[in-house]
């Protein structure tokens, strides 16, 4: 299967991110061998930094360095795909500044739960940063579900148990980008949970 064929956004709507940026990953994955989805910001402003560009793009060196920091010997995506490890962003287009306005991240989540739902063994949900948390509580508010993921700092929530839909829902930090290489206190958390959910599905 491949998302791209299932998920997509005709209309566009969203002001404040970089619509020749949109992507929705195309990547051929077995939809049943899947127990960890993990959901970073938003699209690279450059195409060729995408997960699945190959070619050592960005989000792949960061993320291969993640997975390596939390114990899991891979070398490359295919590698964490091959674990049952699927990744995606929440917005699918690039940013055009700092931030993600709220309007999109809600309008960019109906394309999430869409993929989502192509995932029926998922166990564990890696939420990489804030988009990504407000993303997932999106989709439940829009059902009548309620947050999945409280309000406050992730360093205070982390640790926490939340469940979205009989799925372990994670709260963490972005690990694709060049933030993760600044970031040292972040990054040791990121590896934790990412072993948390290795270990859930172990």
């Known amino acids: 299967m491949r998302v791209n064929e299932h998920v997509g956004c005709s209309d566009f709507p969203c002001l404040d991110v970089k619509h020749e940026s949109y992507f929705i990953p195309s990547v051929e994955v077995k939809p049943e061998s899947v127990s960890i989805l993990l959901i970073s910001e938003a699209a690279p402003a450059n195409l060729s930094d995408h997960y699945y560009a190959g070619g050592q793009s960005l989000f792949e060196q960061t993320t291969v360095l993640a997975f390596n920091d939390a114990g899991a010997k891979v070398a490359s995506i295919q590698d964490i795909l091959a674990m049952g490890a699927y990744l995606t962003t929440a917005v699918k287009c690039g940013k055009t500044g700092c931030g993600i306005e709220t309007s999109t991240i809600k309008e960019c989540s109906r394309l999430l739960e869409k993929e989502l739902a192509l995932f029926p063994n998922v166990q564990v949900l890696l939420l990489m940063g804030d988009v990504s948390i407000k993303a997932l509580n999106e989709i439940a508010r829009r059902a009548g579900e309620g947050r999945v993921i409280p309000a406050g700092s992730t360093y205070k929530i982390r640790d926490g148990q939340y469940h979205f839909r009989g799925r372990r829902a994670l709260p963490s930090y972005l690990q694709a980008g060049p933030s993760f290489f600044i970031e040292k206190s972040k990054r ?15």
């Open 188 to 202: 040791k958390m990121i590896a934790e949970d990412i072993a948390t959910a290795l270990r859930l599905i172990a």
